[in-house]
């Protein structure tokens, strides 16, 4: 059994899988505050829904990419299966994760998006570094960088666990807090091997409150 949030059709905005249509699966539950988190109404609300009950709505959207978020997804041990059953069901299936709870159980076949709290997010030190064992190709490590000094954070946590050999490191501005721009000419002084990101999403649907 497990608490869902939302069960929903959208473009994904973010990692390599940019772009594609998935179906989001957001769980109820998270065990951190960010200071920029958009979702906070997952912290409480939703309904419990067994696994078939999900996949059953998955099913309904007729899409190749299924994405379960959060919340923290890993909060529930039941997440390990659904994602599972997904992927022999043929999905290409993604996870996103703060990196705050063991990925040990995640199958082996899923792409995990380590987004990993810098000290400005409002959660420092959240990331448990026993889950850098299970970095693959296929993994990807995301900062949100709010400030000079978590791009220096990132930069330095990056290099010291020699992430830039092993998987795809994405730098994404907090949204709103500082400019894209300033990230982008930043990390070109620092010649990061980091991949900048835009959290396409936001500026498809928040269009709008841009007057675009
Ligand atoms: S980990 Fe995600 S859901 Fe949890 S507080 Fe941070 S941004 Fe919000």
Same mark, same amino acid.
């Given at each position: *059994?497990?608490?869902?949030?939302?069960? $929903?059709?959208?473009?994904? %905005? #973010?990692?390599?899988?940019? %772009?594609?249509?998935?179906?989001?699966?957001?769980?109820?539950?998270?065990?951190? @505050?960010?200071?920029?988190?958009?979702?906070?109404?997952?912290?409480?609300?939703?309904?419990? *829904?067994?696994? #078939?009950?999900?996949?059953?709505?998955? !099913?309904?959207?007729?899409? @190749?990419?299924?994405?379960?978020?959060?919340?923290?997804?890993?909060?529930?041990?039941?997440?390990?299966?659904?994602?599972?059953?997904?992927?022999?069901?043929?999905?290409?299936?993604?996870?996103?994760?703060?990196?705050?709870?063991?990925?040990? #159980?995640?199958?082996? @076949?899923?792409?995990?998006?380590?987004?990993?709290?810098?000290?400005?997010?409002?959660?420092?030190?959240? $990331?448990?570094?026993?889950?850098?064992?299970?970095?693959? #190709?296929?993994?990807?490590?995301? $900062?949100?960088?709010?400030?000079?000094?978590?791009?220096?954070?990132?930069?330095?946590?990056?290099? !010291?666990?020699?992430?830039?050999?092993?998987? !795809?490191?994405?730098?994404?501005?907090?949204?709103?807090?500082?400019?894209?721009?300033?990230?982008?000419?930043?990390?070109?002084?620092?010649?990061?091997?980091?991949? *900048? !990101?835009l959290?396409m999403?936001k500026y498809i649907?928040h269009a709008? *409150?841009?007057?675009?």
């Open positions: *059994m497990l608490k869902i949030n939302e069960i $929903f059709f959208s473009i994904q %905005g #973010e990692t390599s899988y940019v %772009g594609f249509p998935t179906v989001f699966i957001r769980t109820t539950g998270c065990n951190l @505050r960010c200071t920029y988190c958009d979702t906070k109404y997952s912290y409480f609300e939703g309904v419990l *829904m067994d696994v #078939e009950k999900v996949l059953e709505k998955v !099913q309904s959207y007729k899409a @190749r990419h299924v994405c379960v978020t959060g919340g923290e997804p890993l909060l529930q041990k039941d997440t390990i299966g659904l994602m599972k059953t997904l992927c022999d069901l043929g999905y290409i299936v993604s996870l996103e994760t703060s990196g705050s709870k063991s990925c040990s #159980e995640v199958d082996p @076949r899923v792409k995990i998006i380590l987004d990993v709290k810098t000290p400005d997010s409002g959660a420092p030190n959240s $990331f448990d570094l026993a889950n850098l064992k299970y970095i693959n #190709e296929s993994t990807e490590i995301k $900062f949100v960088i709010c400030s000079a000094d978590d791009l220096l954070w990132a930069e330095n946590f990056s290099r !010291q666990h020699d992430l830039f050999k092993k998987c !795809q490191v994405l730098y994404s501005p907090s949204y709103g807090k500082i400019k894209e721009r300033w990230l982008a000419e930043k990390i070109l002084e620092s010649s990061s091997s980091a991949r *900048m !990101q959290q999403h649907w709008e *409150m841009r007057g675009v």
